[in-house]
Every structure is written in C-alpha cells, then in structure tokens.
C-alpha cells in the first residue's frame, strides 16, 4: 500500500513560480515511477509529468515543456514539481500519484494523493 501526500500548491500570478513535492510512505516508492497529473474544474484529469524510478528518464506534456521541471529523492521518499513562468491556463488541482513498475505509461498508475490547488491569476 502506499500513501501520498501533496503540498506546496497555492495562489500566485502569472510568470510565478510553485513547488509541489509528494511525500510517500511504503516501501515501493524507489522501485516505481511517479507522476504528476491535474484536473481544471469542468475538465478531465490530465497527464503532466512523471519520472522513472531512478529519475533516469522524465516526461512531460506539451502544455508544460520547457517551464515544469520533475525530479524525486528516494532518500526522502519524495518527489517534486517545479512550476516556473505559471499562466492562467495552469490553474489547477494537482496530484501526485505512483505507479505500478519502474518506468510507466499513463495506465499505470495505481495510487492516488487528495491533491493541492494551484490559482495562477492574471
């Protein structure tokens, strides 16, 4: 089983920057991948990012290439999204959400936190 935490989300303008980071419990978190997904009000939870297990390899969305920024610390069971240049569109409930093998596809993922607010205001 394993337990996600998010926090780190919050308001702030556009061109701003956020941290989220995901503390996880269980001893599964350095053998899988993690990601980030989000969900607008009124739209479908969507990909955003995610990271190997070993942070080998990272993916991210076209909607955030280029300004988010993936990595995790399997010392600290934790992993983290750096949010820079935020627009209004990015606005959001973020999750965090761990998969089921090392390096995963979108299906993969099997655990769920309760997610964090971003409010990016014009």
């Known amino acids: 089983q394993v337990q996600l935490v998010e926090s780190g989300g919050g308001q702030v303008q556009a061109g701003g920057s956020l941290r989220l980071s995901c503390a996880a419990s269980?001893?599964?978190?350095?053998?899988?991948?993690m990601g980030w997904f989000r969900q607008a009000p009124g739209k479908e939870r969507e990909f955003v990012s995610d990271?190997?297990?070993?942070?080998?390899?990272?993916f991210y969305a076209d909607s955030v290439k280029g300004r988010f920024s993936i990595s995790r610390d399997n010392a600290k069971n934790t992993v983290y999204l750096q949010m820079n240049s935020l627009k209004p569109e990015d606005t959001a409930v973020y999750y965090c959400?761990?998969?089921?093998?090392?390096?995963?596809?979108?299906?993969?993922?099997?655990?769920w936190g309760q997610g964090t607010q971003v409010t990016v205001s014009s």
């Open positions: 959400a761990a998969a089921t093998r090392p390096v995963a596809t979108k299906g993969d993922y099997a655990y």
């Open positions: 990271i190997a297990w070993n942070g080998g390899s990272a």
């Open positions: 269980g001893r599964t978190f350095s053998s899988n991948a």
